[in-house]
C-alpha cells in the first residue's frame, strides 16, 4: 500500500529539515574555517580588536579598563579616556556573544560559527513561513553562499550578530502572528530589544516594516468595527514591552558610561558621527554629508552588494529580481482572505520581507558610514567595501535570498513541464538532454559566478593576512612570559590600531603587558608600574600603510634599564667606500655638541657618557657636552659624507632618566640607518640579525655599563 499523501509530506518535510541542517552546518565550518585561516591574525578593520578586548572586560565583570595615570599609554583604539576610565565607543552587546565562547571554549571563533550557522536557519525559517520549505532550504544556501555573509560573519564584526537578532526576532514575531503564541510575542521583542542594544539604527530599519504591520493588525480590526482584539493587544503589546525594556537597559547603559543617558559612547567619542546630514566627523576625517552625497554613496554601495556581495553577483540579484516579479504576480492573481486555511500568513511574511528592501536602503541614507566605507566611490576594489562589502546593509540579505530562492524553485518547477513539451513536439531522448543541458549548465554557471564572487575578497583579505603573518613572526616565535612590550605608533597613539594582534587583557596584568612607546617621561612611568617583568621592544623597518602588499620587517628586541653614578658608552660604526667626511652629533633638548673626522677608516669609534648633568663626548681634547633634563632622549648621530653630497647617517636614541643619584637609561637604544637624511624614523630601523638589510659596509655595534 503506497504511503500517504500526509505520510509522504512528512517525509518530504523531514529530508528538507535535514537539508537545512546540513547547511547550517556547513556554514559555520566555513565561517570558522576563514576565521582561523584568512582572519588568523584579524583583518584590517580594526574594530575586531575593540570587541575582543570588550570581550574580554566582560569576561572579568569589568564595562571598562582603569589605567589612572598610564590611560595614555594603554588607550585602544576607539575607546574613550575619561580620567584614567577608558571604555569602547561600541556597545556590549556582540562583544557579549564573543565572551560566551571565549569562556566556554576558550575561542570567540566559535561564535562567529554559530552565528553562521543560526543565521542560515533561521533564514531557512523565514523563507518555509513566507513560502515553502524548498525555498527556505535554498534561501538559507544562497545566504550563507554570498561574499558579504560568508567574509563579514568571519571577523570579530557586530553586523552578522545583530542581523541574527534581527532574525530571531522576525521568526518570533511571525509565530506570534500565525501562531497567536504568547511566548513568542515576548522572544520577539527581546531580540529586537537586544538588537537596539547592540545597533540602534540597524534594528530599528529592520524592525519598521514590522511594526507597521502590528499596527495595521490593531487598526483595521477597530475601523472594521470589531473591539474584540485583546488577545491581538496582548501580544502586540507584550512584544512592544519587552522590546522596550531593552531600550531601557541601552538608555541605562548610556548613563552609566557617559553619565547621559541620551549621550551614547559612540557621541561621546565623537558628537558628530551618527545619523543625520551637515557636517560628520571622527577624529581627523569629516565631510558635509548633504542628501545629494547620501544618494550617491549609498547608490553605489548597494551596486557593489547587488553585482559582488550578493551570491553569484549580478546573476543572484537578477534571480531575486524574478523571484519579486513572480511574488506579486502570483498576489496579484488571486484574490486573498483572512480566514483560517488561506494563505494570507505568507502573504503577510512576503511584503515584511519586501518592505526591508525599502526600509533598510532609505534608512541607511542618514548614516554617513556608508560613506566611509567607499575610499574611492566609483572604485569598488578600494577602502574597506572592498574586503568586506557594504556590511551596513547587510539585513538586505534576508529578502535577497529568499527572493532568489523563489526563482530558484520556480526554475526547477518548470523543468518538468518543459521536458514535456520537447518530449511531444521532438523526442523523449532529445528532452531529456536539453533538460539535462539546462539543468548542468546552470548549476556550473551558477557556481562558477558564485566562487568567484567569494574568492575575491577572500584573496583580498588573504593578503592582509601574509602581511600580518609577517610582521608578528618575532612575537609568535619568541616565548613572552611575565612580559612587557613596547609597541611602536604608526597610526598615532592607540593600542590595537593596527596591531589587532597584540592586545591587553581586561586587568592589564596579564602575562604579556602591551603598552605605546612614548615620551621618556610616559616609558619610565609604564616599567616604575611593572618592575618586575622582562622588557621588549618590538618595531619594524619600512612604513606601515594600509596596503596588503607593502610589507614591513619586524624586530623584537630585549631592554633593560641600567642605571649608575655615571653610564659609559661606546658606538662603533662602518664606513662604506668612497667617503671623505664625518660629522659626530650629540644631542638632547637641552642643545647639542658635534666634531668633525676627515677621511675616517673603514670604522668609527665614538666613546661617550651620560651623568646626571650632562650627554657627553669621551676621549676628545675640548670638553663637548650637552644638558641632560630629568627625562630625555640622548641622540647620537654619525653622519657620513661621500664627495658628491650623499648622505648616510647612524642615528641612536637613547631614552633616559636623571635624579640625585645618578642617571638610567633603557637599552639598547633605538638605532637607524638614514640614507640622504638624518631621521628617517621606521624607514631606516637597524636589523642587527639581518646583514642583507642594509648596504655593504654597514654596521651598528653600542654599548653602555655603569662606571662609579
Not at 613572552?480 to 590600531?497: I, K, R
Not at 618586575?532 to 610589507?551: C, F, I, L, Q, V
Not at 644631542?587 to 661617550?608: C, H, L, Q, R
Request: hydrophobic share 45%.
Amino acid at each position: 500500500m503506497p504511503p500517504s499523501p500526509r505520510t509522504r509530506f512528512r517525509r518530504v518535510t523531514e529530508r528538507l529539515d535535514i537539508v537545512a541542517a546540513a547547511v547550517a552546518t556547513v556554514a559555520g565550518l566555513a565561517v570558522f574555517v576563514v576565521s582561523m585561516t584568512v582572519f588568523a591574525y584579524h583583518s584590517s578593520n580594526h574594530d575586531e580588536g575593540v570587541y575582543l578586548l570588550q570581550a574580554g572586560l566582560l569576561l572579568q565583570g569589568q564595562f571598562e579598563l582603569h589605567a589612572g595615570d598610564l590611560a595614555g599609554a594603554f588607550r585602544p583604539w576607539f575607546f574613550i579616556e575619561d580620567g584614567g576610565r577608558l571604555y569602547p565607543k561600541y556597545a556590549p552587546v556582540p562583544a557579549a556573544m564573543f565572551a560566551v565562547s571565549m569562556a566556554l571554549f576558550g575561542e570567540p571563533r566559535v561564535t562567529l560559527a554559530a552565528v553562521a550557522a543560526a543565521n542560515a536557519v533561521l533564514v531557512y525559517v523565514l523563507g518555509s513561513m513566507a513560502f515553502d520549505r524548498r525555498v527556505g532550504v535554498v534561501a538559507a544556501a544562497l545566504f550563507a553562499a554570498s561574499p558579504l555573509a560568508l567574509v563579514t560573519t568571519s571577523a570579530f564584526l557586530p553586523y552578522a550578530p545583530t542581523t541574527t537578532l534581527n532574525l530571531l526576532f522576525a521568526v518570533a514575531y511571525l509565530r506570534s502572528v500565525r501562531d497567536e503564541s504568547i511566548l513568542a510575542a515576548a522572544v520577539a521583542g527581546g531580540a529586537i530589544g537586544i538588537a537596539f542594544f547592540a545597533r540602534p539604527l540597524t534594528a530599528v530599519l529592520f524592525a519598521l516594516p514590522f511594526v507597521l504591520h502590528a499596527l495595521y493588525s490593531l487598526a483595521r480590526p477597530i475601523s472594521e468595527g470589531d473591539i474584540s482584539i485583546s488577545h491581538v493587544l496582548v501580544r502586540r503589546g507584550l512584544t512592544a514591552f519587552v522590546g522596550l525594556c531593552f531600550v531601557g537597559v541601552t538608555l541605562a547603559y548610556n548613563a552609566r558610561m557617559t553619565g547621559s543617558p541620551f549621550v551614547f559612547p559612540y557621541e561621546a567619542f565623537a558628537p558628530r558621527d551618527g545619523p543625520g546630514f551637515g557636517t560628520r566627523r571622527i577624529l581627523g576625517h569629516s565631510v558635509d554629508y548633504t542628501p545629494g552625497l547620501a544618494l550617491e554613496a549609498n547608490g553605489y554601495a548597494l551596486r557593489y552588494l547587488a553585482t559582488r556581495w550578493f551570491v553569484a553577483g549580478p546573476i543572484g540579484t537578477a534571480l531575486a529580481v524574478v523571484g519579486i516579479a513572480l511574488t506579486a504576480r502570483a498576489w496579484l492573481g488571486s484574490r486573498r482572505t483572512n480566514q483560517p486555511g488561506d494563505r494570507s500568513f505568507e502573504r503577510i511574511t512576503g511584503l515584511l520581507l519586501v518592505g526591508l528592501l525599502v526600509t533598510v536602503p532609505v534608512g541607511n541614507l542618514f548614516f554617513w558610514g556608508n560613506y566611509n566605507l567607499l575610499a574611492t566611490m566609483s572604485d569598488p576594489t578600494d577602502g574597506l567595501v572592498s574586503q568586506f562589502g557594504p556590511f551596513y546593509h547587510f539585513d538586505l540579505l534576508l529578502p535577497l535570498s529568499v527572493f532568489a530562492a523563489v526563482a530558484v524553485i520556480a526554475g526547477w518547477d518548470l523543468l518538468p513541464t518543459l521536458r514535456r513539451r520537447i518530449d511531444a513536439t521532438l523526442s523523449p531522448r532529445v528532452g531529456r538532454v536539453v533538460v539535462a543541458f539546462i539543468l548542468i549548465g546552470s548549476l556550473v554557471g551558477f557556481g562558477v559566478a558564485a566562487a568567484a564572487a567569494v574568492s575575491t575578497p577572500l584573496d583580498r583579505n588573504a593578503a592582509h593576512a601574509d602581511k600580518y603573518a609577517a610582521a608578528y613572526e618575532p612575537i609568535e616565535t619568541t616565548e613572552l612570559e611575565d612580559a612587557l612590550v613596547f609597541l611602536p605608533t604608526p597610526y598615532g597613539e592607540w593600542q590595537n590600531h593596527p596591531f589587532q594582534y597584540l592586545r591587553n587583557d581586561g586587568g592589564l596584568d596579564g602575562s604579556v603587558v602591551y603598552a605605546l612607546d612614548r615620551d621618556p617621561d610616559e616609558d619610565f612611568a609604564v616599567l616604575d608600574a611593572y618592575p618586575n617583568r622582562s622588557y621588549y621592544r618590538y618595531g619594524y623597518r619600512g612604513e606601515w600603510t594600509p596596503d596588503a602588499d607593502r610589507h614591513v620587517t619586524p624586530k623584537l628586541e630585549s631592554l633593560d634599564a641600567r642605571r649608575g653614578e655615571t653610564l659609559a658608552g661606546e658606538t662603533v660604526v662602518g664606513v662604506p667606500p668612497r667617503v671623505e667626511r664625518a660629522t659626530v652629533r650629540l644631542e638632547t633638548d637641552g642643545g647639542s655638541a658635534e666634531y668633525a673626522i676627515v677621511e675616517p677608516n673603514e670604522s668609527i669609534t665614538v666613546p661617550w657618557s651620560i651623568d646626571r648633568d650632562a650627554a657627553r663626548f669621551d676621549a676628545i681634547e675640548t670638553d663637548r657636552s650637552v644638558r641632560v633634563g630629568e627625562h630625555d632622549v640622548v641622540v647620537l648621530t654619525v653622519t657620513l659624507t661621500q664627495p658628491d653630497g650623499g648622505t648616510l647617517t647612524y642615528r641612536q636614541e637613547t631614552t633616559v632618566r636623571t635624579d640625585a643619584d645618578g642617571v638610567e637609561a633603557i637599552w639598547p637604544p633605538e638605532r637607524s640607518v638614514c640614507p640622504l637624511v638624518t631621521d628617517c624614523g621606521n624607514e631606516g630601523t637597524y636589523l642587527p640579525d639581518d646583514p642583507d638589510a642594509h648596504r655593504e659596509g654597514v654596521f651598528f655595534e653600542t654599548r653602555l655599563e655603569s662606571r662609579a
